[in-house]
């Protein structure tokens, strides 16, 4: 691929940030069309109760009120649905129970939907909430997968015993029992990966109108991707999705959280139907922590086995999974997603995980940032560096030692994945090289004379993403010489805009400016898959390419022929279609007018399909500081390589690693969802959910040592998630190894807040195992 001005390689800075930092971003809310009208939802303040709403009429009639919808009012639509239940191990499928647009009269989480009030404003509903008269019989309620496992725990479906939605496996149990048996040691590890509030930046919201001439919806609302949801919301409404266009405008923030079904959506548009009004429904803060899907919450047993000299013999894993009350669109496939993901980046000959995914009294659970391969390369490299300390190893000779080899690529993992390429131990010594491992000591040594401790600690991780689904993209020339690209992605900060612009600059030599990128809207793309496990610029972009290289041909065949020239002579450079080596040209403007250039010359069309997922993969080295005296871990150096396959604009790439690191830094060290034994949820507010700030956050050094991915046409590998895949264990064993290192303390969970930290030390000192320090 040539190096272009404009073209895929290059440091473009994004077209889009101009609107933004300038305050014409148009989101969600800012779509107010005439006549609009106001939504909130009753929830529940119990996390588990029986109810009976006695009386709606006084909220009925107060001021402003339009509309109050309870159960009976929409039961005969249909639930939310779980578009991804798993067979359980037997065989069996697993059973999905209800998900209601509300309740009818059973609530199971803190922020369960009972009833949906429209108003002439936003306060007027909010008023006629409180004159609701409900009736409450709290009930038991179970938290957390210790709790709901428990054998007489409060059940959340009274016909699934033991809260267990579901028992699955990924691997060969008796393949990897012999391996055990035979190991000349077993190593285990028991882990928490603590449940995550998403907490983007613009909260849901969508606004929902119905035009009774044509009896069709348009719902504008932030999402993922604009078809699936029109697709699910049909689906619930009873109606062909021909009735519905779904318009994504600006989205601040998605995560995965964002690209889920909820309750809301229909409801407006069941209530706009009614109203033949506008309805519009703003989440406001408390709203996301106690109605938006949740991450995470996975307790885990690993085990390794292996032999006299360190090497991986079989791993084994119980993991198990915390669903929430209810099934959320993924939730139920995302544990078993991470779990594919086991083996990471080594040879291991065979593995096996069960999964069991249990049902609790708390927020449903779903898909956030890196959906289950976050989750697994937690576990790998924790239970790696876990291994390397029991055996006296260090952290990168047993890494060194279990790698797949390059020479072994293509390689099917234990648990049926196939890499295509890697090289492993070469970007990890590259991390240690601009880590500065080996002057580590000094370091350390520095530290402990200041009073604190410090520690080191690496992740070689490797996902799985832009794999499923193709996409399409069109493009057109339009009358200004400028080029119009539609695609169903939906970017939500990542930069679509540019980096689609640049794999079409690629081929037609134009500025990113000339080149528009349209996305969600339903009635104006014919199709699309979204946003999701990186798979945009992966997967869209090579769509886009096609679709750039057609158009390219059908330019240069209209000016073959205005130009008298043959085709094998034709450039297109600079806005113009010109003879190679001579100053004979046509600009793509008079192109576009010529006689000739009918429509179907002037767009063409690109559609991609992967047939297999991406792997990329790389190393974070991150070094902490930790102050004895107070618990406070603060993150002092941080170094990553990673393997992209191809880089599209390193700018952007850059920022899609950082955001995931500072996610990561988030998990592991600062971000607690609480809820106490009644269900309630204590951590529902930035007073109490501590997140990520820019002063947690050190500079990074990121480069790429990048080997081209051989199952993408574009040899791209995803990075959208990468970075949060990778900081957790880096940052967790980072932790460690301090710990390790001035108190022998072996193991501490996420998140190493300062109060756990300073306990987890006190605990040590009490019990005699401390280094003097200054």
């Keep these: 691929m040539r190096p272009m001005k404009f073209g895929v390689g290059q440091p473009v800075r994004r077209v889009e940030d101009v609107r933004f930092v300038t305050g014409a971003g148009r989101y969600t809310d800012d779509h107010h069309p005439e006549g609009t009208v106001h939504a909130h939802v009753v929830r529940s303040p119990h996390a588990h109760a029986r109810f009976r709403i006695a009386d709606v009429e006084a909220a009925r009639a107060m001021p402003g009120v339009l509309l109050v919808i309870t159960h009976d009012d929409v039961k005969h639509l249909g639930d939310v649905p779980c578009l991804a239940p798993v067979e359980n191990s037997d065989g069996s499928r697993m059973r999905l129970p209800p998900y209601p647009l509300l309740c009818r009269d059973t609530v199971r989480h803190v922020g369960d939907a009972v009833a949906f009030i429209v108003a002439e404003t936003v306060n007027q509903a909010k008023d006629a909430a409180e004159a609701i008269v409900i009736e409450w019989e709290p009930l038991d309620a179970v938290v957390g997968i210790a709790g709901a496992e428990v054998e007489g725990a409060p ?43 998403t907490n983007y930046m613009e909260p849901r919201d969508c606004v929902c109108e119905y035009d009774e001439a044509s009896q069709r919806w348009t719902i504008t609302l932030g999402t993922q991707g604009s078809h699936s949801l029109r697709d699910t919301i049909a689906g619930i409404l009873k109606v062909d999705k021909a009735r519905l266009r779904v318009i994504t405008p600006d989205v601040g923030g998605g995560f995965g959280t964002k690209a889920f079904i909820y309750r809301e ?11 033949k009004r506008p ?38 894993v119980d993991l198990k999974a915390d669903m929430g009350a209810y099934l959320s669109q993924f939730g139920p496939y995302i544990p078993v997603l991470g779990a594919s993901m086991t083996p990471g980046s080594y040879d291991i000959p065979t593995v096996h995980v069960r999964i069991r995914g249990y049902y609790t009294h708390t927020v449903p659970v779903d898909a956030y940032r890196g959906a289950g391969r976050p989750e697994a390369a937690y576990v790998i490299e924790r239970l790696v560096d876990h291994v390397a300390r029991e055996l006296g190893m260090t952290p990168d000779a047993i890494r060194a030692l279990n790698f797949i080899p390059p020479e072994r690529m293509p390689y099917t993992t234990a648990t049926k994945r196939v890499y295509d390429t890697g090289a492993f131990e070469a970007h990890m010594r590259r991390a240690m090289e601009i880590a500065d491992w080996a002057g580590f000591e000094a370091r350390w040594e520095a530290a402990r004379r200041a009073g604190k401790v410090r520690g080191i600690g690496m992740s070689s991780y490797i996902e799985a993403c832009a794999g499923g689904s ?31 612009a640049q794999v079409v600059s690629q081929h037609l030599d134009l500025p990113v400016e000339m080149i528009r990128v349209h996305q969600g809207d339903t009635d104006m793309i014919r199709s699309g898959g979204g946003t999701g496990g990186s798979r945009s610029i992966p997967i869209g972009g090579v769509a886009v390419a096609q679709a750039s290289e057609k158009l390219a041909d059908n330019l240069k065949a209209l000016a073959a022929e205005a130009l ?40 063409a069309d690109g559609k991609w399909q992967p047939p297999e997922a991406t792997y990329p993969n790389g190393t974070h080295i991150c070094e902490v500081e930790i102050d004895p005296q107070t618990g406070e871990t603060e993150v002092v150096r941080y170094v990553i390589v990673d393997d992209f396959g191809v880089t599209v604009n390193p700018l952007l790439l850059a920022g899609q690693v950082h955001g995931g690191v500072v996610q990561g830094i988030g998990q592991a060290l600062h971000e607690r969802t609480v809820y106490d034994a009644s269900g309630q949820l204590l951590t529902a507010s930035f007073m109490d959910y501590r997140l990520p700030r820019a ?7 990121f480069e790429t040592r990048n080997v081209p991915s051989t199952t993408n046409a574009l040899g791209i590998k995803g990075a959208g998630e990468a970075g949060t895949i ?33 306990l987890a030390i006190q605990d040590a000192e009490a019990a005699g195992s401390s280094l003097e320090l200054a």
């Design 279 to 316: 309805v519009k429904w703003v989440a406001d803060r408390t709203e996301h922590f106690l109605g938006d899907a949740q991450g995470r919450d996975n307790l885990v047993l690993a085990e390794m086995a292996v032999d006299p000299r360190g090497r991986f013999l079989a791993m084994r």
């Design 470 to 500: 193709p996409e399409r993209a069109s493009l057109r020339l339009d009358e200004d010489g400028g080029v119009t690209l539609l695609i169903g992605t939906q970017s939500t900060g990542q930069g679509h805009a540019t980096a689609y």
């Design 695 to 701: 002063a947690d956050v050190p500079d990074f050094h």
């Design 265 to 275: 959506y229909p409801l407006c548009a069941f209530a706009a139907e009614r109203l």
């Design 564 to 603: 008298e020239a043959g085709l094998a002579d034709l450039e297109i450079a600079d806005g113009t279609v010109r003879i190679v080596g001579t100053d004979r040209a046509i600009s793509l403007v008079d192109l576009a007018r010529l006689p000739t250039a009918t429509p179907e010359l002037l767009k």
């Design 726 to 758: 990778g900081a957790c264990p880096a940052v967790m064993n980072a932790v460690v190894d301090a710990l390790y290192r001035a108190y022998g303390i072996r193991h501490i969970d996420m998140p190493a807040t300062p109060d756990r930290v300073f």
């Design 155 to 197: 059940l959340v479906w009274s016909d699934i015993p033991g809260n267990v939605a579901f028992d699955t496996e990924v691997g060969d149990a008796q393949a990897t029992d012999r391996a055990f048996a035979d190991a000349a040691r077993v190593i285990a590890l028991s882990l928490v990966n603590n449940r995550l509030v």
